[in-house]
């Protein structure tokens, strides 16, 4: 018996919209999507202040990562710089978002060094070093590229060369997306915001 073409039309129209229902509710990022998400092994680190800083508490938050180093003369000021934008733009939303530099440079990079750097840009933001160890373990867990230069002169004694890519947990402590240097601050934003739904 054959269906009236009435309802094999109102079928199609259906199925069409659960389609694009469904795309519609897929998160669209605009960093490098980490496909699948990555999970990321608990490390703990000596924040700014002395106390530990464990990845695993703050499950529930989004969590920005950058590895650098207080002496950096470009890309390191560079990005706190837009991340305290990206902080002002999110509003309260900025509640639910841990940003987290990372040292390269541990032997000039202290605690009391890292507590004024990053209070110049934000005082919720988080200057975070370790013991070689304990960074070194961190280091690979993201593949990050780091080398002291000492052939180029500087003021500052010598530079490190480092990865200068921000990298983005979601809540559930999943490594979701990789935002290059210079990446604009919307797209930052948009990306956090999509995390945080």
Known sequence: MRRPIGRVLMGIVWLAWV????????????????????????????????????????????????????????????????????????????????????????????????????QNFNSDFYGLTGTPDQLESVYQIFSVYHEKDTATESAAGYLVNHTASTFVLDPAGQWRLLHSFGTPIDDIVHDIEQLLR
Do not use: N
Not at 45 to 55: E, S
Not at 63 to 82: A, E, I, Q, S
């Open 19 to 118: 389609l694009m229902a469904c795309q519609s509710a897929r998160p669209s990022f605009r960093g490098t999507v980490l496909e699948p998400a990555r999970s990321v092994p608990d490390f703990s680190l000596t924040d700014q202040r002395g106390q530990p800083f464990r990845l695993s508490d703050q499950r529930g938050r989004v969590v920005l990562l950058f590895f650098g180093y207080t002496f950096c003369p470009d890309v390191c000021p560079t990005t706190l710089g837009t991340w305290t934008r990206v902080y002002d733009a999110l509003g309260k939303d900025a509640e639910r978002v841990r940003f987290a530099f990372i040292t390269v440079d541990p032997e000039r990079d202290t605690v009391e060094r890292l507590r004024q750097h990053v």
